[in-house]
Structure formats: C-alpha cells, structure tokens
C-alpha cells in the first residue's frame, strides 16, 4: 500500500524520446484503434503469435523496461487467471462434440474450454498491453489534443467533442492521483498505528476500509481545486466565435504516414492469417 | 542511543523508469533526550530519511536499529515503533485524513483502544499544547482550516499518540515570524518539560542553530557534516556552498571576514560576535569605556 505507485503504471507517461512517444498522437490512436479492431476480430493461435511479435515489437520500439510495462499488469492478470478458471470449468460448447477430460457436478474441463478461453484471454492481455502502451508513450494532452482533431467531423452533428474528450482525459488523469492519494493516506494512517497488508483478510479489508471515506473526500476536494483552478485561467470550453489556439500544433510527418502503413499491413496480415491458419 | 542509521541506501520508485536514488550511503546516530536537527538543501532526502526511520520505507541496503534493534529483522513490532514514535509531515495536507478535527486528533488514542473519556481527556490536552481551543475546535472541519490551524492540528494528532519521539519535517516552513517562534518554543517545550526526542529537518540553519542540540547536514542522500551548531557553524562557507540559509548573525561574521580573514564564523548570537570583534578591535573595548563613562 505504502508503495503502491511502484506497481501501477496505469495512466503514467513515460517521456523517454522514443520512437513511440515522437509519433502524432493522431496516428497513435488510429493504429491504436486499428489494431484493437484487428485484435478483437482474430480468433486462431497462429494470429494471435503474430500478435506476440507485434508486442514485442512495440515494445522493444518504446524503450520502456519490459519488467515495469509487466508489473503494471500483474494485478490485472492475477484477475483475469481468476476469470479463467471460472471461463473454462462453466465452459458450453456451441457444437456437443466436446472431448471432455475432466467432469465434476456442473463443473466441466474440455478440451474445447481450455483452447477457447485461452484463446480470449490471450487477446484480451494484448488488448491491454495495446492500451496502457498507448498511455505510456503518450502524454495526456497529447491524447486529447489528438483526439479531438480526430473526431472533429462529430462536430457537424452538433455533439461536444471539445468537452467529450476534456470530461474523458481528466477521467484518465484522476487514476494515478487517486493512487497518489492512497499512498499519502496509507502512510499517515501507518504512522497512527494502522497496519497493511498483515494480518487475517479480516484485518486487512477493515484496514482498508478506513482509506475509502478519505479518499472520496479527497478525491472531491480536487475536483473543486481543479474547477477553480480552469476557471482563474479562464477555461472556456467553447463558444460561438471563439477559437482556442494551441502551443503545439499538431504535425504530421512520414514516420506516421508509416506507422500507419504497417499497421494496416499488420491488420490485413492478421486477418488474412486467421482465415487460412488451421487452428 | 534513538536511532542509528547504518550505511542506507534507499530508491524512490524502484524499478520504475521515475526512480531516484534518495539516500546514498547515510549513516547517523539520533541520540535520546535531545533535539538533532537534520538541515539540508532541497532534494537532500530530508523527508525519505524520516519516513525510513519509522520503517515505511525499508533500506535497499544498509540497516536502521531502533534502541539497538534492527526495526526490519523478525521480532521488532514496527506498528508498536510507530506508535511510540510520532511524525509531523511536511505538509499537514497530506497528514490529514478525518473529516473534524477531533476525529482526526482522537484517531490514536482510539487505535489504542483506550477508554472514551481518557481519549478525550488526551485530544483537549493535546489541542490545548497547540495553542488552540478544545470546544472551539472539535467540531471544526479539517478542510476549513488555515494553513497553520493544519499544521498545528497535525502535531496534536501525534501528541495525543504520546510518542516517547517525534520526528518534524520542516516544520517551520510556510509560517510567519511570529508562528515559527511559537513553533520552535513549542518544540523547546516538549523536549523539557515532557523530556521528549525531538528530530526536526529544516533547509536553513537559520531556525535550528539555536534549538538544535546536534545538527547533521544531509545532501543528496548522504551526512557531509554533523556535530554541534557551532562545530557545523564553523564550515560556514561549505553550508552556503549547499544553499542552506545561515543564521543572520553568522552571515554577519562571514561578511566581516572580507576585512579580518582570522574571525571566527561560529556566533550564534549578538554578544558573541560582539566579543569575537572585540579580539580584533582592541581599541574597541577601551573606546565603549570612554563612551559610556562621562
Ligand atoms: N513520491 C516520490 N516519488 C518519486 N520520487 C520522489 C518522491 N518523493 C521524493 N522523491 C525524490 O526523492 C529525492 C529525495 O526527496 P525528499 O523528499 O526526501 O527530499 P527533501 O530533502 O525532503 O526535500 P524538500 O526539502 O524539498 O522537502 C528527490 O530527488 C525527490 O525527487
Ligand atoms: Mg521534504
């Protein structure tokens, strides 16, 4: 709990000058969106191997210490090994031929379970691998700001888009405060005596406990800080005739042209891939 | 001896690419009874060295003992260390936590279990210490207090504990000459009349030189100095050196160095710096006679 930011690296940007982090932001969320599309669509081990190389790939592009980018998903993926279980014992196949290995009641392990729900998981682990690399090679007005000139057209059907994308990015921003937060109150209750992370389940969820009303509480009082905070500066989401300008206009340039590129050469690849792969 | 600190080194966010080495290699010795003032630039590790003191964070290398016990080995109870050992944040924001002040004051005792009326007995003594009134502010929320109400609400909070020790970090920082006097005379208090261990940190010697019984200068995560105020105060150009603010009365002697090299530069106060001219002014003494005799 004390160190608990160590282990979470949702919502962190990491400013390391790599190649990830100098695309447009505007390209990053189409390859992005792209490539969750492409993910969500396969469904075969071949596809989802190249999927792994296309990580890997991204991975090694960013620069980023493979230990912290896997360390922010372990609370994630000790969730999912939970849900797994649960996928693969109530598994019903659509078609009855299920070559059954193990059966107990209600509780069922097939073959045809283990090789589906490892199938989803898996996509689900790089769908999440996709989205918190996104978050760590981009900064959040980076993300705002590219994703606002992306759904600009949305403006002609009178929709918010300004103040859509601003609601959504202070959202995401609220996350590593909110564990900042915890952190300072986990400790000012550890120097008064309360203990973390010891003790029977018991203990520590009533440990626990006394950190939620405090953190509401806080979690409020910033969110007034913050509303006073745009208004001093004269945050003005939008009115007619008035434009904001930006420090840093976005620019597009070859790299993201080619980004693009292999991103849709991957995404045809993939779904190529998973139509001709036998399993 | 409170504490000894062995040879610590300590990362803040280890294993993360935002990682800082905090504490290179610090070692100290905190002794019962007195108060050690801990002065050091920005940065220095001021407040990472209080919080491994009480075991929140634990040393990448090197060890802590506690009365001579290692607070991280088996046995060492380090709720019960916190307990008996009570720290005041930099900022009373992030201490914090209840909603009225008397909540927040009470959460101690009341994690001590102790019966309701000797808790409340406890937290209007405690507020009392403090400088402000039981009745008026119990029912005060925490977050519609001033600045200084919060920090002297946060020292209330760790006297109702009744630490044998508290360890302050910068506690003087943001007050008003008038507030930082009450403070310090505060501190003086504790440590006399409830004979208690004081640890205070502070970017300027300014405040401390004439609290303080010893003084350790921190930077960058390791002791360069330590020793009496004055020992310290006789290194007075490498303290400047480290941007920590020297009490007025040295900056005065550092400056008069420019005229006599030889001046000592560890005065703490009017009288003797006075006394220390005067050994190089030796018509002085005779002219002050000659002025104030007719
Ligand atoms: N929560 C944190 N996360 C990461 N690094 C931190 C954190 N807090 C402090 N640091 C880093 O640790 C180092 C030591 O900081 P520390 O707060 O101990 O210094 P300090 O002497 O108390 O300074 P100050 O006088 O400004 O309070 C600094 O380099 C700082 O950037
Ligand atoms: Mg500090």
Aim: charged residues 20%; contains cysteine; aromatic residues 8%.
């Amino acid at each position: 709990m004390i160190e608990i930011s160590r282990h979470i690296s949702f919502g962190q940007y990491v400013d390391n000058g790599s190649r990830l982090t100098r695309l447009d932001p505007r390209a990053k969320i189409l390859c992005f969106a792209l490539a969750v599309a492409a993910f969500t669509y396969i469904s075969q081990f071949a596809a989802l191997a190249l999927c792994l190389f296309f990580c890997l790939f991204l991975q090694w592009l960013s620069r980023l210490p493979l230990r912290y980018v896997l360390q922010g998903m372990r609370m994630f993926i000790s969730f999912l090994v939970i849900l797994y279980a649960f996928q693969v014992l109530f598994y019903t196949s659509s078609t009855q031929a299920t070559s059954v290995i193990w059966h107990w009641g209600v509780l069922t392990i097939s073959w045809e379970g283990l090789m589906h729900s490892t199938q989803v998981d898996l996509r689900v682990i790089f769908l999440y691998y996709l989205t918190s690399l996104l978050m760590l090679t981009t900064s959040l007005v980076d993300l705002a700001d590219g994703a606002e000139a992306l759904l600009r057209p949305l403006r002609r059907l009178g929709l918010p888009v300004h103040e859509l994308v601003m609601v959504f990015v202070i959202a995401l921003k609220f996350v590593p405060l909110l564990i900042t937060e915890v952190e300072r109150l986990s400790i000012a209750q550890a120097t008064r005596g309360v203990r973390f992370g010891r003790g029977n389940p018991w203990q520590r969820i009533r440990a626990l406990s006394g950190i939620i009303v405090p953190l509401f509480m806080s979690g409020l009082q910033r969110v007034e800080m913050l509303s006073t905070a745009m208004e001093a500066r004269c945050y003005r989401a939008g009115y007619r005739g008035w434009r904001r300008s930006k420090l840093h206009a976005l620019q597009w340039a070859g790299a993201d042209s080619l980004a693009l590129a292999c991103c849709l050469l991957l995404c045809g690849l993939l779904v190529a891939l998973n139509f001709v792969s036998p399993f | 001896m409170l504490f000894e600190v062995k040879d610590v080194y300590y990362t803040r966010m280890r294993g993360t690419p935002f990682a800082v080495e905090a504490l290179k290699g610090c070692s100290l010795t905190i002794p019962e009874g007195k108060i050690t003032a801990i002065v050091g630039p920005t940065q220095a590790g001021k407040s990472t060295l209080l919080l491994t003191l009480l075991g929140l964070f634990r040393p990448s290398r090197g060890s802590v003992l506690f009365r001579g016990q290692d607070i991280h080995q088996a046995p060492f109870d380090l709720e019960a260390l916190r307990l008996r050992v009570g720290i005041v944040f930099q900022s009373p924001e992030a201490q914090l936590f209840e909603e009225t002040v008397g909540k927040d004051v009470s959460f101690g005792p009341r994690r001590k279990k102790l019966a309701p009326a000797q808790s409340r007995h406890l937290v209007q003594e405690s507020l009392e210490a403090v400088g402000l009134p039981y009745e008026e502010f119990r029912t005060r929320y925490t977050a519609s207090l001033s600045g200084g109400q919060k920090r002297r609400v946060a020292i209330a909070g760790v006297l109702a504990l009744e630490p044998e020790a508290i360890l302050f970090d910068e506690p003087t920082a943001g007050l008003d000459p008038q507030g930082r006097q009450e403070l310090l005379a505060l501190l003086q208090r504790l440590k006399t009349e409830h004979q208690l261990t004081i640890v205070l940190t502070s970017s300027s010697l300014a405040d401390v030189a004439m609290l303080a019984d010893q003084v350790i200068v921190l930077h960058e995560g390791r002791v360069v100095l330590s020793g009496s105020p004055r020992t310290v105060l006789a290194h007075a150009e490498e303290l400047l050196a480290l941007d920590i603010t020297l009490p007025e009365i040295t900056q005065i002697a550092l400056g008069l160095r420019s005229l006599w090299p030889a001046l000592r530069c560890d005065v703490l106060t009017l009288d003797e710096l006075e006394e220390e001219l005067v050994r190089f002014l030796p018509h002085a003494a005779s002219q002050e006679t000659q002025l104030s005799s007719p």
